[in-house]
């Protein structure tokens, strides 16, 4: 969380010094929530994030140089220039690239299951995270209940922080809450706070062993405020005083701080020096990255199929 | 013996589920006993268990769900039980599958099968050819047969081949098109075939539209003139250098697809040989599609939207004369 949180007030800084190009989507107060999908993955699980998920990515392994590179389009990282900020991914460890297309990436995580299934693989589960906002379309609706067709043991977590970009929940939807869905969907559900670390880790934790052991997919649906604009670009003019004086309005990280000041879990010594360790994590990411060659147009290998005799030659 | 068009996809699929671990077919309707809407998965489901699934009417997830398969290693085959449903699906295709490779570097080998095109009686939304908008799109390979050998060997191409292949299964041809038996042989995928030689004009065409040209070819024969035929079997990637070679021999181009006329592979076939073969033209090109409004439900209207021997025979007299 700390490492997240440090490496995206990094960004956005880069960002608003126009260092970086595109845009830089942060997942400020959905720490909690996201690092517990990732910690609970092992190898041969699959991960589909989305854009607020950077603590995800880190739990389950993704190196932090591969953002930096990807943010700057470094021709060495895993999109080489050819995708940027959240699409990124590493499809042969498990980390599929998200699409910016929302719920789209629900399917897929259930044709990997069904293909790990038929395969005679054991004990591995899928995650994929969604919003409130994604939870709207029809890929997701489709998604989930095929999900459930098939029987695969997928996790579905749905960070619910109160704005589609701009638009708050009584234009996103209409249900009293959208943990009803999972029973519509057969699925089994649970809501959690997700301003409180432990109860992330407990709830998402407890969702990802049923998966494990068979039982039907599960949703998860957390309640948040996001502490941050939709990207970079935008100053969330739009969030009301009132909401910001709700519970889930909290800061995940300041309230995971303040746990363990109370529990005497670390001292301020050590918290001190974990914010250390997390700045030069930070600095070397993105000192390694920025040394890397960036892509160039003459250059590229224009082609996007691999089966290159039949590529369409046109002049 | 003799063979259907339907039937060799049909073979192609059993061949397919036989010879390869990896094959599986999914769709509506395809399992169970009932074998799909046209029955190209008949009995299938029985030889191949828990191979060739029924899904829910959810095109998005079809097509993703394969995505994700694909992913793990696995070679699907979605069936969509109209190409025009395929439209729901075309954020996985387009957006997911199609951009994969050249984001990751990971290839996502599926093949989506669209029964295409029109038939007596079938309306807007169960008679649409989508090959000119898939084919707008990069990432994709875009197959259109348009003979019983071609349906049967290119469906166990697209499964072999790495990257996403749309097969457009003309749904006319599904019954009125016979061969004596499968073939042994293939012709390469991406290359075009010459289904008529001939001196005076060139028709460059694919998938039903292949069979009205060359009954366009018949009848013009009878007025002295040759008209060479080329089935472009892909449509992506278009056999230009054939194209261009059999230009050459005739000095005139006309270009026949079933699709809406705005774009499409009527007017890539002409721009390319108008850019990079227009010193072999001695008269204009020109192109004959269906009509640029949706596909009418009547058969006087559908027989007069979509081209027809008799209009293509007629556009083709036109360039000869010029």
Redesign the interface.
């Known amino acids: 969380m700390l490492l997240t949180r440090t490496f995206e007030e990094k960004l956005a800084s880069m960002y608003r010094g126009g260092r970086i190009t595109g845009g830089v989507y942060v997942g400020k107060g959905q720490e909690a929530i996201s690092v517990a999908c990732g910690i609970f993955l092992q190898k041969g699980d699959?991960f589909a994030p989305l854009i607020r998920d950077q603590a995800g990515r880190s739990a389950f392994g993704e190196p932090l140089v591969d953002v930096a590179r990807t943010y700057l389009g470094s021709r060495t990282g895993?999109?080489?220039g050819?995708?940027g900020n959240i699409?990124r991914?590493?499809?042969?460890d498990g980390q599929?690239?998200m699409?910016?297309?929302l719920g789209?990436?629900?399917?897929?995580?259930?044709?990997?299951?069904?293909?790990?299934r038929?395969?005679g693989e054991k004990n591995f589960i899928g995650l994929t995270a969604i919003g409130e906002g994604g939870m709207q379309t029809?890929?997701t609706h489709?998604?989930m209940?095929?999900a459930a067709?098939?029987h695969v043991p997928l996790v579905v977590v749905a960070t619910n922080n109160h704005y589609a970009y701009s638009t708050p929940n009584d234009r996103e939807f209409a249900c009293a809450n959208l943990v009803d869905r999972a029973r519509g969907y057969g699925f089994e559900g649970y809501e959690l706070d997700g301003t409180d670390l432990a109860q992330c880790l407990d709830v998402i934790g407890t969702a990802v062993k049923r998966a494990r052991a068979g039982r039907p997919p599960q949703l998860v649906v957390a309640s948040i405020l996001r502490l941050a604009g939709h990207g970079e670009h935008d100053d969330f003019s739009y969030v009301t005083d009132d909401i910001r004086k709700e519970p889930f309005a909290i800061d995940c990280l300041q309230r995971t701080e303040a746990f363990i000041k109370e529990r005497e879990l670390a001292d301020a010594a050590t918290l001190q020096r974990w914010r250390e360790e997390a700045a030069e994590e930070v600095e070397n990411a993105f000192s390694a990255a920025q040394k890397e060659p960036v892509p160039n147009g003459e250059e590229e290998d224009w082609?996007?199929?691999?089966?290159r005799?039949?590529?369409?030659?046109?002049? | 013996m003799s063979i259907t068009y339907l039937e060799a996809i049909r073979e192609a699929q059993a061949k397919l589920l036989r010879d390869d671990k990896r094959v599986f077919i999914y769709g509506q309707d395809v399992g169970g006993s009932f074998g799909g809407a046209f029955k190209a998965t008949k009995g299938l489901a029985k030889e191949f268990p828990g191979r060739v699934l029924n899904t829910p009417i959810s095109e998005d997830a079809m097509v993703g769900t394969a995505i994700g398969a694909a992913l793990e290693g696995m070679r699907p085959i979605v069936e969509m039980q109209f190409a025009d449903f395929s439209s729901i699906a075309l954020n996985q295709i387009l957006n997911n599958a199609g951009t994969h490779y050249w984001r990751t570097n990971v290839p996502i080998p599926i093949t989506v099968r669209l029964p295409s095109g029109g038939t007596k009686g079938s309306g807007p939304f169960h008679s649409q050819s989508m090959e000119s908008l898939y084919a707008h799109y990069p990432g994709l390979i875009v197959m259109t047969p348009a003979t019983v050998e071609d349906a049967y060997t290119m469906l166990i191409d697209a499964v072999a081949i790495d990257d996403p292949v749309i097969y457009c299964e003309h749904k006319y041809l599904y019954y009125h098109l016979k061969a004596d038996s499968l073939p042994n042989d293939r012709m390469p995928v991406g290359k075009a075939r010459i289904a008529r030689t001939g001196r005076d004009l060139t028709i460059v065409s694919y998938s039903a539209m292949l069979h009205e040209s060359l009954s366009a070819a018949e009848e013009i024969a009878k007025e002295g003139f040759e008209i060479e035929v080329v089935d472009l079997r892909t449509v992506k990637p278009l056999d230009t250098a054939a194209v261009l070679a059999s230009v050459a021999r005739t000095g005139r181009l006309l270009a026949v697809g079933e699709s809406f006329p705005w774009g499409g592979v009527t007017a890539e076939v002409i721009a390319r040989v108008a850019t990079e073969g227009f010193h072999l033209l001695d008269a204009a090109p020109a192109r004959v599609n269906a009509k640029d409004t949706p596909i009418p439900y009547h058969p006087n209207l559908w027989s007069t939207h979509r081209p027809s021997s008799r209009v293509i025979a007629a556009k083709a007299r036109k360039i000869l004369r010029e």
């Not at chain 1, 991914?89 to 042969?92: A, I, L, Q």
């Not at chain 1, 082609?303 to 089966?307: D, E, F, Q, V």
């Not at chain 1, 005799?309 to 002049?315: A, F, G, K």
């Open positions: 699959i895993p999109m080489r050819r995708d699409h991914g590493s499809p042969r599929l690239a699409i910016s297309h789209a990436m629900v399917s897929v995580v259930v044709g990997s299951l069904m293909a790990k038929g395969r029809g890929a489709e998604g209940n095929i067709v098939e082609c996007a199929i691999s089966t005799d039949l590529v369409d030659e046109i002049e």
